[in-house]
């Protein structure tokens, strides 16, 4: 994900402005897709729920404000979205909870799965998931909140 994918502050992402009418659905259409992938990875080892839940957000913020409040204001995705609006931050319990899903994953497909090319382009995936994941600091600076109290 990029780093321009939400605002650092909370101001900007408040006040934006859905996308015009005519493309408005194609951001919508992201932001639930993204949710219920973000939703079901919570259940199947080697998806990422990070990511997917931070991507439904910023599509949300373009195209409805209803969901984006409710994602916000949810007591686990409000939390995600809250720290990476602060820091680019993913908590460590996510990361590790994370790396644990997909080495049990990559085990299962190691001792089921007979086409090595899929294992490869899975770990690859994963690899690759994992490295951006760890690339995230672990929690919110603590100059953010030392800023944000000497206002």
Known sequence: MSGNLMSSGSGGDRSAKPAPAGIRWLWLALAYASLGIGILAIFIPGIPTTEFILLSAWAARKASPRL???LESHSVFGTMIHHWRHGRVVARRAKLSASIMMSVCLAIMLLTVKQRWIIFI?????AAGAIWMWSRPGRVAERNADEDGAG
Not at 122 to 126: D, E, I, L, R, V
């Open 122 to 126: 899975a770990a690859t995936g994963m």
């Open 68 to 70: 984006r409040r409710w």
